[in-house]
């Protein structure tokens, strides 16, 4: 009778177990808290004619804090290798069970050659795990810069890793009185080796660079006290007026370039009000797309240059508004605040970031192009402003009193990473950042 | 009594249904006899009789399992022209009620404990019952290749899902190359999952060695 109890359950089971009979789960796998690959940077062969125990060892540390910038790795520390401190050659391909074992996720391995005038670098990314060569790759630079080699590299194996290039050799714009007046200055992504662009000792605002990062477009005073456009060029000692063929009795508030560099969006005063015009960077073509008795101001274009947001208070405050780049199908974007300014199109398109007032500070919000998602990326007590994108849409940088004066701050998009780029240097304000290095 | 009195034809026709209800009983005590002693099921202590509701389920990648073998059924039943109406018919019945109350009591609805982790089974895997076991794998399973996988916040914000088959040793090793059969649209997501398997690797013992299924979502995007 057990036996047939037995085959009584098991007949009555297996009509209750169809599927799973069949098939086998599938194990749904979600994230955890590991946000960057470790990665073991080798001190990279000095193959110079002259080779010097301390250039590779400062290359690798310039590397390594170009790494660390990107927040995608964390490097380890050459105590922990246990595979060779010192590449053997750039192609020789590694032990990964060496450093799979000290929990390296990449390795970066490579030869340097300082030559007269100029350094060469070589070098191969490995991902360890399944023990394969992701990049190999040659960057030079004059001898000076051995820094912006290192950054470039950082930039690849960023890339390499996950699809989007870092932006450690990239640079940023901004303006600062540190010097008596607000001129426009350049500085690196980290904050390093700030340098002044002008120094005409009028007032010089709203830097915006070109998409080939060879210029800067600014508006100063320093022509007839009355703002102006002006282009400064890499190479070039003095920088002129960008648009001398318009009225030049007109103000010229503002301008950004397009995604093509061909074509400018431009704040100009009409009718004794602030509006919105395109024209061709040579002055040609000028086009008034706004055309109403509100302050409209801040144009920013789309990624693909058909669209252009911009802040209007024709509603009664300001607020964010986007229109196609023709002038034609205004809406407005923002509804939630009474103080929005300051839009930034994202490079990828799908942000648009503002700043926004709330209990007579500002902080800085994200909403997307459609209206349908709007959510703070910093707040702070003290006022934080201006934000602009990194190239590559990750991190972002804005200008903030949060310590008394102005500094201009970085973060990432998911909101870590704060890092404070100026320090005791007067107020610094209006951040740009610079486009890839090419 | 004559009222109670059915007549011949009608008393004939009562004997023959329970007849034939007698012989349908031992047909399928006969046939239930038949069944090999070995069970070729290997079945669970615990199993799920309805799927869970969850969001529509990740396409399921795994390589079928071998089909298990069906009970032998005979083609043809022939029920006996003048069957005996044999004693013990009510008893087996009886036996049979007493023992399905048994089987639905077993089954969870007096055992709060075992609907929970059958719910929890059925959870784990999408949808899909599976005993406990397989369940208890898939949680260790999940908890360790998480723990390997390092994602950069750039993913983490994108609506991303990769498929991959792993081909696991029955020690949990993963054998050669992860297979991605459903791609992100993203590769170097795609590269960062199959990366994080290798790292992964020993996984926990599977419950079987072969391929298993691994779909890899960012957080918030499933």
């Known amino acids: ?438 | 009594m004559v009222g109670f009195d059915l007549g011949e034809t009608r008393r004939r026709e009562a004997r023959r249904a329970l007849a034939l209800s007698a012989g349908a009983h031992l047909v399928l005590l006969g046939l239930l006899l038949a069944i090999p002693e070995t069970d070729p099921v290997v079945l669970p202590g615990v199993i799920a009789v309805e799927l869970v509701a969850a969001p529509s389920p990740p396409r399921r990648v795994a390589r079928r399992p071998e089909p298990i073998a069906s009970p032998p059924v005979p083609q043809k039943v022939v029920l006996p022209e003048e069957p005996v109406l044999p004693e013990p018919v009510v008893d087996l019945e009886k036996e049979y009620q007493d023992l399905m109350a048994q089987l639905r009591e077993e089954l969870g609805e007096v055992a709060p404990e075992l609907a929970a982790a059958r719910t929890e089974a059925a959870a784990e895997s999408g949808g899909l019952a599976v005993s406990p076991e397989v369940a208890a794998w898939i949680r260790s399973a999940k908890i360790h290749v998480r723990s390997a996988w390092v994602l950069p916040p750039g993913f983490r914000t994108q609506l991303l899902q990769t498929h991959v088959a792993v081909d696991l040793a029955a020690g949990g090793s993963v054998i050669g190359e992860p297979r991605v059969v459903r791609r992100s649209g993203n590769p170097w997501y795609d590269e960062n999952v199959v990366r994080a398997i290798q790292k992964a690797s020993p996984l926990p013992a599977p419950p079987e060695a072969g391929e298993w299924a691994f779909v890899f979502v960012p957080e918030d995007s499933y």
């Open chain 1, 1 to 438: 009778m057990a036996r047939v109890l037995s085959l009584l359950g098991a007949l009555s089971l297996a009509a209750c177990w169809p599927a799973a009979a069949q098939e086998r789960p599938v194990v749904v796998v979600t994230p955890g808290t590991e946000h960057r690959y470790r990665v073991a940077v080798q001190r990279f062969a000095d193959l110079s004619s002259q080779p010097d125990s301390s250039r590779a060892l400062s290359f690798r540390r310039d590397l390594v804090e170009a790494l660390d910038f990107s927040s995608v790795f964390v490097s380890l520390d050459l105590g922990a290798f246990l595979g060779p401190e010192v590449t053997e050659a750039v192609d020789a391909p590694p032990i990964c069970s060496d450093w799979v074992q000290i929990g390296a996720d990449a390795l970066v391995q490579g030869e340097i050659r300082a030559m007269t005038g100029r350094t060469e670098a070589e070098f191969s990314v490995w991902d360890t795990a399944r023990c394969r060569r992701l990049l190999r790759r040659r960057h030079a630079a004059p001898a000076g810069e051995v820094r912006f080699v290192a950054r470039r590299i950082a930039d690849d194996v960023a890339e390499a890793f996950t699809g989007v290039r870092g932006v450690a050799a990239t640079e940023l714009s901004f303006v600062s009185d540190r010097g008596g007046t607000p001129e426009i200055y350049v500085m690196d992504a980290d904050g390093g080796h700030p340098r002044s662009v002008t120094s005409n000792g009028s007032i010089n605002n709203f830097p915006s660079w070109s998409p080939d990062g060879k210029s800067i477009l600014y508006t100063s005073y320093r022509s007839g006290n009355r703002p102006k456009l002006f282009l400064t060029t890499r190479g070039r000692r003095r920088s002129g007026s960008l648009l001398p063929r318009l009225n030049s009795d007109l103000p010229q508030y503002r301008a950004v370039f397009d995604p093509t560099g061909r074509m400018l969006a431009a704040v100009l005063s009409a009718d004794g009000a602030a509006e919105i015009f395109t024209v061709r960077s040579n002055g040609r073509r000028l086009r008034r797309l706004t055309k109403n008795r509100a302050i409209d101001i801040a144009p920013t274009w789309s990624p693909d240059g058909r669209r252009i947001a911009f802040v209007s208070d024709r509603s009664g405050s300001p607020q964010i508004y986007i229109m196609d780049a023709d002038g034609r199908n205004v809406r407005r974007l923002t509804y939630q605040g009474t103080y929005n300014t300051h839009p930034a199109w994202s490079p990828e398109g799908g942000w648009i970031v503002y700043e926004t007032r709330l209990k007579g500070q500002f902080d800085i919000w994200l909403i997307d192009p459609e209206g349908n998602v709007n959510v703070p990326l910093v707040s702070h007590p003290r006022s934080d402003e201006s934000p602009a994108w990194a190239p590559n849409g990750r991190k972002l940088a804005f200008s903030s009193t949060r310590r008394g004066a102005a500094d201009i701050y970085i973060i990432d998009l998911s909101g870590d990473n704060l890092r404070r780029l100026t320090s005791r240097a007067g107020h610094n304000t209006s951040p740009a950042w610079g486009p890839q290095p090419r």
